[in-house]
């Protein structure tokens, strides 16, 4: 079995981001069908350290490492942690505030443990002492479990797990008063897990100046464009990346709309109207977030392979810089008929897809849904302002208020 072999051996980083590739894939406002995700996925972590779009609720960087310490007593510790997992599934379904559950509708049965997803970003903040460590490796360093623990080569022992952790409440896992809400301990905990391992970012200045419940994008936050120094730099470059491409995105599914009425499918209603709409949208909202004039895209590009450790794909270099400077010399009301947008969009979406690629193969529209990475970039933003907002509802709480 070469790709389950493949699947475990993966580090904690690269199996977050092969989830990330996953729910992207099933959100069909998200698909990455331009090349872009070279560029967005080093954004993302930039602004927020470690998260996935997998993510719902903050609470569950506690839940995990309650239930590994009280596994990494038993006898089968693996099968005991799968376990508690599993029983902390129904506690929490019990509860008022059960919003996020994974494993909601399928319970115990569910396949995909809240551990696996938010493994990467415990080891991030530094909540697992050995941020590459695999879980089966964690299970084995209780310490903070049993007083056991094995011994580094300095003959000290260590534990799986930050020390300062706040207690799990009486009950648990099975039971969970309160479901996901942060006791007032437990946010501040997690506030200063954030602001010691990411100094800096937009994710540590977010702990401290919470965000709104209802924006669908960082920059249509107050709190976030109050972010200071390089957390605004790089929110700045964010900002004007998505709304650059989003032009791109929606040129690519104006492409695909045509094609589809014209292969006389009607599943969708009236596409390209909607797109060419959409479109003039775009063309008149794109000066609020980005001066073209001025914008320097070659310094994003630099910033982003700093991140990376490594270069941009060259065709996503090619792309993304092509299609900037297209913008800077075209009418944008006219990009909708514009011969040498749709070209670079079409060359786009063949280099980077492949025989998989729809523009040109009427065989793959059958199934076209009205919509194929037609998103603005947001970058794991409605994750992202769930979990900050449970913190600062932690933090406003009572001391003693959900203590019970």
């Known amino acids: 079995m070469p790709s389950l072999v493949a699947w475990l051996d993966a580090s904690s980083e690269e199996q977050r981001r092969m989830r990330d590739i996953i ?16 560029i967005r996925d080093p954004l993302g972590d930039m602004l927020f350290p470690g998260t996935s779009v997998l993510h719902t609720r903050a609470r ?5 490492p309650w239930v590994y310490a009280r596994a990494s007593t038993h006898g089968n510790p693996a099968a005991e942690a799968d376990n508690l997992e599993r029983t902390l599934i129904g506690a929490i379904r019990k509860t008022d505030d059960n919003s996020g559950l994974i494993g909601m509708t399928a319970g115990a049965a569910v396949r995909t443990l809240p551990s696996s997803m938010y493994w990467g970003l415990l080891g991030r903040l530094q909540i697992r002492t050995d941020p590459s460590a695999s879980r089966a490796d964690t299970l084995a360093e209780h310490l903070a479990a049993n007083g056991g623990g094995d011994l580094d080569e300095a003959g000290t022992q260590h534990s799986a797990w930050h020390t300062s952790i706040p207690k799990p409440p009486p009950g648990f896992p099975k039971e969970l008063p309160g479901g996901f809400a942060l006791r007032r301990g437990e946010a501040e905990w997690l506030r200063e897990r954030i602001l010691t391992t990411t100094p800096g970012t937009l994710l540590a200045h977010l702990t401290q100046d919470g965000p709104g419940e209802d924006s669908r994008a960082p920059w249509e936050d107050p709190a976030v464009l109050r972010a200071p120094g390089d957390a605004g730099a790089v929110l700045e470059d964010a900002r004007a990346f998505s709304a650059v491409v989003h032009g791109a995105q929606l040129l690519y599914n104006l492409i695909l709309a045509e094609a589809y009425e014209a292969a006389g499918y009607d599943a969708v209603t009236n596409p390209v109207d909607h797109y060419r709409q959409r479109l003039t949208a775009w063309a008149t909202r794109l000066p609020e977030h980005v001066d073209l004039k001025t914008w320097n895209v070659d310094g994003l590009i630099h910033r982003v392979e700093l991140q990376r450790g490594q270069m941009v794909p060259a065709r996503t270099r090619r792309f993304v810089t092509a299609w900037t400077a297209l913008l800077r010399h075209s009418t944008l009301n006219d990009l909708a008929d514009n011969g040498e947008a749709r070209a670079l969009v079409t060359r786009s979406e063949r280099e980077s897809k492949g025989a998989q690629a729809r523009i040109g193969d009427s065989k793959r529209l059958v199934n076209w849904s009205g919509g194929s990475g037609a998103g603005a970039l947001a970058y794991r933003w409605n994750s992202v302002r769930r979990m900050l907002v449970d913190l600062h509802a932690g933090l406003n709480t009572q001391t003693g208020a959900n203590d019970a």
């Open 23 to 38: 729910g992207l894939f099933t959100d069909r406002e998200s698909r990455d069908e331009l090349g872009l995700s070279a």
């Open 60 to 64: 569950y960087l506690l839940l995990v």
